[in-house]
């Protein structure tokens, strides 16, 4: 622990001592590349849940102290399932200064001897001092199974330039990222629809450099922050943003909330512009509950996996954002599998030429303004003589691998007793005649979902 004296000066002095400790120590991190990608939740923090890969993320000395039996089992259970293990400090947890519990972090170091994941969220004018109070704590911690844990801060991020902020004036972030690197390896942007994101529309701010729209602009700021970070990010590190579906940061000036089939979309941007994961927060917006949000992040981040479970290089295909025209597409290419989402939310249709992998060269495409489009482009696997077929699909009639209406149109042409010769596949149930058993037969294949 740092003796406040220590501490002085939250700008440059707070930089400084920083700069000075970390000039001395060892490498910070040893990437663990089985710990990445990580989905974590502000709310999942007790048990595993059984159904989504939500790392859980316990609050030690928060809600409960931070040696609780509850976090204890959690901490033990994460262990045996050989799972991650990551915690998150807020301000009442804040080492030195915590105002509930400053001791929560080194007590929960003192009892585990490992952890994977430090996050903070620190909100306070003594934000800067918590955060090198904690580095310290974690990253001079005597086991290198501490101190090689990843670290991240809300919302700390490298790129000293953020064209997402609200105006040109506040562009500027140099001394934000000036804090990360030294002993911070995850970037943390907060990339959330703000509703004061509206002033992207707003010549008095930006000039010429205006979105086409509000909704275009909430679009547009989130992923121009995580490409802020993604740009500027030191080799070896990860980028975790921050998620929520809309954050209202301009009470009595109403912004309509963007659809939610625009957080789904982001999502799919982000991965494909590789993110390594997520922190979801939860859903500000009535009718849509967090819960709902959690699943649809869920779904969204593994509508991807055909491509990104493939083995090779992967390949992203832009970085870039379009802030003027509202149009924003992300791509990646992965042995010889391609997904490319595009995204107009301009003020027109759009055509839209898919890169000349994966598809005929210079396919281009119509996107109606308002819309979001997700490509996916998977290579067949490569024939194997060795290998023998699928058996027939019962109740496929036409081939086509699924069974549906269109086989029970052929089940009802083919009325009558089979031929002598044999061959008879709409005879379902073998006794020599397609009737109406048969359909019947075939109805159940349809309600069941048997074959699809």
């Not at 622990?1 to 700069?19: D, F, K, V, Y």
């Not at 039996?69 to 994460?78: E, G, K, R």
Request: net charge negative; charged share 15%.
């Amino acid at each position: 622990m740092i003796p406040m004296t220590q501490l002085s000066g939250r700008r440059i002095g707070a930089s400084a001592l920083l700069a000075g400790a970390f000039a001395c120590a060892a490498p910070i991190h040893a990437a663990d590349p089985n710990l990445r990608p990580r989905i974590h939740d502000w709310h999942v923090r007790y048990t595993i849940p059984a159904t989504l890969d939500i790392i859980p993320t316990p609050h030690p000395g928060w809600d409960l102290p931070a040696l609780h039996p509850t976090y204890l089992q959690l901490y033990a259970a994460l262990e045996a399932a050989g799972l991650p293990i990551g915690i998150m400090l807020r301000n009442g947890t804040a080492p030195v200064m915590g105002w509930q519990d400053p001791f929560a972090l080194q007590k929960t170091l003192d009892h585990l001897g490992k952890i994977d994941y430090v996050f903070s969220d620190f909100e306070s004018e003594v934000e800067d001092l918590a955060l090198i109070s904690m580095i310290f704590e974690v990253r001079f911690h005597d086991s290198p199974l501490v101190a090689n844990a990843w670290m991240g801060a809300y919302p700390h991020y490298p790129g000293t330039v953020d064209l997402a902020a609200y105006s040109q004036v506040t562009s500027d972030r140099t001394y934000n990222a000036s804090l990360y690197g030294y002993g911070l390896d995850v970037a943390m942007p907060n990339c959330y629809p703000y509703s004061l994101f509206k002033m992207h529309t707003m010549p008095e701010f930006w000039g010429t450099f205006i979105a086409p729209n509000v909704r275009s602009a909430l679009f547009w700021a989130p992923l121009e922050r995580a490409m802020t970070a993604k740009r500027a990010l030191p080799p070896g590190h990860l980028l975790i943003p921050w998620m929520a579906p809309f954050v209202n940061n301009t009470p009595g000036e109403p912004v309509e909330i963007p659809p939610k089939e625009d957080g789904i979309a982001l999502m799919h941007h982000l991965r494909l512009r590789g993110v390594d994961g997520y922190y979801v927060l939860e859903s500000f917006v009535a009718g849509y509950s967090t819960a709902q949000y959690r699943l649809d992040m869920n779904n969204a981040w593994h509508e991807l996996d055909v491509v990104f479970d493939r083995s090779g290089p992967l390949t992203i295909l832009t970085l870039d954002t379009d802030k003027v025209s509202g149009v924003q597409w992300s791509g990646v290419v992965r042995d010889g599998a391609v997904a490319v989402a595009v995204s107009n939310l301009g003020n027109g249709p759009v055509n839209f030429t898919l890169p000349a992998i994966g598809w005929p060269a210079g396919e281009t495409i119509k996107v109606d303004p308002g819309t979001h489009r997700l490509f996916i482009s998977v290579p067949p696997e490569p024939s194997d003589p060795d290998r023998p077929l699928p058996a027939p699909l019962r109740g496929d009639l036409n081939g086509d691998g699924v069974v549906n209406i269109a086989d029970l149109v052929i089940l009802r042409a083919a009325f009558g007793a089979c031929p002598p010769e044999g061959g008879c596949p709409a005879d379902l149930n073998g006794d020599g005649v397609v009737d109406a058993a048969d359909a019947q037969l075939l109805r159940t294949m349809l309600t069941s979902g048997a074959g699809s």
